[in-house]
Nanobody
């Protein structure tokens, strides 16, 4: 059974940076599309970023418009770990951040799942708080 565990959250000032990690145990994550979502207080969970892998050296990424240019998603399949580097953080980035695994794998096209219903394995979340 696959388990996902996030870490790296915390309190940071606006303009600062944090790096989140998502460690996968059990089966490897190497062929599956992985994603980050977040949920702010009183709001629905929203897509942040996703990453797929077509071969050993080729990755595809997709970002929500709200984080494009500030966040970077990456993965180290040898370590079964995914990352989210968050720079230039804003108060509106405050949320619980979740990593998730989709049952989808890279299919040669450009489609990347952005709806939470397209992911079936979730971590417990890590809190990110950005103070202004």
């Amino acid at each position: 059974q696959v388990q996902l565990v996030e870490s790296g959250g915390g309190l940071v000032q606006a303009g600062g940076s944090l790096r989140l990690s998502c460690a996968a145990s059990g089966r490897t994550m190497s062929t599956y599309i992985m994603g980050w979502f977040r949920q702010a207080p009183g709001k629905e969970r929203e897509f942040v970023a996703a990453i797929s892998r077509s071969d050993l050296y080729t990755y595809y990424v997709h970002y929500a418009d709200s984080v494009k240019g500030r966040f970077t998603i990456s993965r180290d399949d040898a370590k079964n770990t995914m990352y989210l580097q968050m720079n230039s953080l804003k108060s509106e980035d405050t949320a619980v951040y979740y990593c998730a695994r989709s049952p989808r794998t890279y299919d040669g096209g450009s489609y990347m799942p952005v709806d939470e219903d397209e992911y079936n394995i979730w971590g417990q979340g890590t809190q990110v708080t950005v103070s202004s």
